[in-house]
């Protein structure tokens, strides 16, 4: 079983910056591939960022493609998401979500465990 830890969210300003963080526990961190999903009001979750074991391959939705990168830190056990550039459609909560099992990245039913999620809110 895996626990899996957000934090780093907040109110900002568009145009800012956040860096979320995802401490995994319970297994070891490089062991497998990892998510990264938000949810905004009303709204289903979507995909935002997947990163394969190593760290060396990752995978963006468009809507936050060259704004946002993910990555980890297998040693402390832990995953980023680095957020610049911020809007207010990005006002969400977001989620990290492991192991990834296979199947499309994209689609919430192919990664097994979730954190409780860290609220982000932009502002105009």
């Known amino acids: 079983q895996v626990q899996l830890v957000e934090s780093g969210g907040g109110l900002v300003q568009a145009g800012d910056s956040l860096r979320l963080s995802c401490a995994a526990s319970?297994?070891?961190?490089?062991?497998?591939?990892m998510g990264w999903f938000r949810q905004a009001p009303g709204k289903e979750r979507e995909f935002v960022a997947h990163?394969?074991?190593?760290?060396?391959?990752?995978l963006y939705a468009d809507s936050v493609k060259g704004r946002f990168t993910i990555s980890r830190d297998n040693a402390l056990n832990t995953a980023y998401l680095q957020m610049n550039s911020l809007k207010p459609e990005d006002t969400a909560v977001y989620y990290c979500?492991?192991?990834?099992?296979?199947?499309?990245?994209?689609?919430?039913?192919?990664?097994?465990?979730w954190g409780q999620g860290t609220q982000v809110t932009v502002s105009s």
């Open positions: 979500a492991a192991p990834y099992n296979g199947g499309s990245y994209y689609s919430r039913a192919n990664y097994a465990y």
């Open positions: 319970g297994r070891t961190l490089s062991s497998y591939a």
């Open positions: 990163i394969n074991r190593s760290g060396a391959r990752t």
